[in-house]
């Protein structure tokens, strides 16, 4: 916009362009430069983009500690399952070379590069560990129990067995909102509970 001063005439036209202080001081209007509105715009967009950043990360924390805890889970069923013996009364209990305590050793040291571990790798608190076995394949869950005869290598059908790994989970970037005592969205933390199950196996070498 151009501002013309004095009489406007053929011969002779002022012209004051929209930075000068005349300009300024006629119009009451201040020009924004585009600088200045560059930075503002990022101001507010930044935020935004840092949230979306965050959640993104979230979601591949998410991922893979999933898989980490339940790789940790097999590793501990596997061990638990190969070879029947590790059930017999006399060594499932013993500390610290029993088969319950080589289970939940083997499952936390599994786990032990997670954020959120908490150790100590023979009895790691998160996560959490514990087990339970079945006679009937899969129909029933129960504690160990001696009378279940799950160290007869000739038992049919075998036992099962099932370890469970329960880990708490803490978000970079918690995506929720309280409103009147209404919690909305993801909340600071999530809790993984995964499950494997191997039946009992002894191999005959030749």
Known sequence: MLLVRGQVSASHLEIVLPDSPLYIAATGRHRFRDGGQ????????????????????DLSRIYTTMLTVESAAREAADFGTFG?????????????????????????????????????DDACANPTFSYLLSADRGATWVPYDSALVCDDPARSPPCWLKVTL???????????????????GVPNELTFQRTSIFAMTDLSLP
Do not use: H
């Not at 803490?170 to 005592?181: S, T, V």
């Open 38 to 57: 560059s930075v503002v715009e990022f101001a507010l967009v930044l935020p935004i983009m840092l949230v979306i950043l965050l959640a993104v990360l």
């Open 84 to 120: 029947s013996q590790k059930w017999n009364a006399a060594v499932v209990a013993v500390v610290p070379d029993g088969t319950e305590a080589n289970m939940e050793r083997r499952a936390c040291v599994a786990a032990s590069a997670l954020p959120d571990y908490v150790g100590p």
């Open 166 to 184: 329960e880990y708490d989970f803490r978000l970079i970037a918690p995506l929720n909102l309280e409103m009147f005592g209404i919690s909305i």
